[in-house]
């Protein structure tokens, strides 16, 4: 696990040519672009956890059956820093850095008061969002950056709380139909209040707006959500949209923040103030995006950690959503680097399976139902929700799957009624070992799967004019540890599952965690992301791309 978890990956940033096999459909026109951590030391110091390392971003440029690999460290604030220092002196989520180790006791002093509700890190690895024609790389804290998708350029540095009043946002934003983007952040003791900010960033200037303005400076804040407790807010990585509706979880994963005020001075990392509470409940909050109001049902579920929404819709007065859902919080442990080494099968098993869980809420209690009965009248689940005395509603799910991770659907059938689930495969490691297309309707899966081929999330992209919903591919990117086997990006066909192509790259290639696929790249883009010389020395690498 070394190989792939805990080596600082060299970067490629001219366009290598890679060696297809198979036959690439001639509609796939684009770039899959990718984010996730490449560097776990630098000089001699190195990061805790798997997920502090620094950004590496690449990309898999698709043109006329060809595929070019390139791939860049972000240029961040805490790139530059570390880089310039030659070990890490900006602190990550796992990793508190010291940037001074011989300042007097009055800096250290300062330097504490400064950590109390930190300047975070820009370092984001986690996923790639689009929002307009712009591109950025993002993770959890208020800081993302702007990236050029054809050259992997590090570009301008944005800061939320600029624009809206979180500490944290999630990496995983939706989008409606104009491209206007939708996201979550919490409010950490703003004018004495925590709570769950959902908002809004237009994907253009709105007509009438003063020309040259840039979008961010309209974004809204859609609705708030006041945090149970003050100083112990909820950790949240996702959440849910339908056409109508958000959904969010409040679940017993959480932040404390007078912890994390002290952290810096105690000399522990942030992730230490977070802790899964299994004696709590789960909370479901549903905000209507039509009135941008709370519903006022009290809903709650079975203590549980999500980190991955897969998708809801609506169906008779009911919401219906999907979740990854864990029985508590042992994946974030597992990914310290202690344990990602030649012990690996002792020291990482997770001590529950990721489980696709459907829930079902009513959006609507009738006052004459019966205390416990089941609110829940659809046919498509064996959901519950049952009325409860005091006028709550305890929700219980129906299990439909074990062992999947970074779940991903047809994106046009996001926040509606969908049949197929595209996720890594794992069970009680937390290392994919396989790619699995799961039919909800019929309960069947399908897998891909290959010796020492490690999967990273698959993505589907739908071929023009698809009718069904799995008429396109899936593209992964495959980390091999068979020094016979070069790593490649794999393309299924969706439907079948069966192998159309590979590319294989003679390249440092690392595991990553997100990305979004950009079609049709118009002419000037496709030059610039393949017009520079590819690298030679590479028996799998031909020839120069045509420009």
């Not at 690439?24 to 502090?52: C, K």
């Not at 091999?480 to 790259?505: G, M, W």
């Amino acid at each position: 696990m070394e190989i792939i978890y805990g080596r600082n990956r060299k970067e490629q940033p001219e366009p290598v040519r890679a060696k297809v096999t198979g036959k690439i459909p001639a509609w796939l026109q684009g770039t899959l672009l990718r984010n996730g951590p490449g560097m776990h030391t630098v000089g001699e110091s190195r990061y805790n956890h798997w997920f502090d390392g620094l950004a590496l971003l690449h990309s898999f440029t698709i043109r006329d059956g060809e595929v070019y690999y390139r791939s860049k460290y972000l240029r961040s604030d805490t790139y530059n820093a570390n880089i310039e220092a030659n070990r890490i002196v900006v602190s990550e989520f796992g990793t508190m850095a010291y940037p001074d180790p011989c300042k007097n006791i009055f800096s250290k002093a300062f330097s504490y008061l400064t950590h109390t509700i930190p300047d975070f890190t820009d370092n984001c690895l986690i996923n790639i969002m689009k929002c307009g024609e712009d591109f950025y790389a993002t993770s959890e804290t208020n800081y993302i950056r702007k990236i050029n998708p054809q050259t992997l350029e590090t570009l301008e540095k944005v800061d939320y709380c600029k624009y809206v009043a979180v500490n944290l946002a999630t990496s995983h934003p939706h989008y409606d139909e104009a491209g206007n983007v939708l996201n979550m952040g919490t409010s950490i003791v703003e004018k004495g209040k925590t709570k769950y900010v959902i908002f809004k960033i237009p994907a253009t200037v709105p007509e009438g707006k003063k020309k040259g303005k840039s979008s961010w400076k309209h974004t809204e804040v859609f609705c708030s959500i006041p945090s149970r407790s003050l100083l112990s807010p909820s950790y949240y990585h996702s959440f849910g949209v339908t056409e109508n509706y958000v959904i969010f979880l409040e679940q017993p994963f959480r932040l404390d923040i007078l912890k994390m005020a002290t952290a810096y001075i105690r000399g522990v990392n942030w992730a230490s103030c977070l802790a899964f509470h299994r004696e709590e409940k789960t909370y479901i909050h549903i905000v209507d995006q039509r009135t941008r109001q709370p519903v006022q049902t009290k809903l709650y579920t079975d203590p549980m950690v999500v980190f991955h929404h897969v998708n809801a819709y609506e169906e008779d007065g009911c919401i219906v959503f999907d979740v990854i859902a864990y029985e508590d919080s042992s994946l974030y442990q597992l990914f310290y680097l202690a344990n990602l080494n030649q012990d690996f099968k002792e020291n990482a098993k997770l001590t529950s399976v990721p489980t696709l869980r459907r829930f079902a809420v009513p959006l609507h209690v009738d006052k004459n139902a019966e205390v416990g009965s089941n609110l829940i009248k659809v046919a498509s689940t064996t959901a519950t929700a049952l009325k409860e005395q005091d006028g709550q509603v305890y929700c219980q799910p129906e299990f439909l799957c074990e062992g999947l991770e970074l779940p991903r659907v047809n994106y046009t059938h996001n926040g509606k009624r969908y049949r197929y689930v595209f996720a890594a495969g794992v069970h009680w490691s937390p290392v994919p070992t396989k790619i699995i297309k799961y039919d909800i309707l019929t309960k069947s899966t399908l897998k891909w799967r290959e010796t020492d081929c490690w999967p990273a999330e698959p993505l589907f992209v739908p071929v023009p004019g698809a009718k069904d919903e799995d008429d396109g591919v899936i593209l992964s990117a495959i980390v091999s540890t068979d020094p016979q086997k070069l790593p490649f990006l794999l393309i299924l066909d969706a439907k079948s599952f069966t192998e159309l192509a590979r590319a294989s790259v003679d390249v440092d290639l690392h595991m990553d965690l997100h990305g979004l696929f950009i079609p049709d790249m118009d002419s000037e883009a496709k030059k610039q992301a393949t017009s520079e010389e590819p690298q030679d020395g590479a028996s799998d690498c031909h020839g120069a791309p045509p420009t």
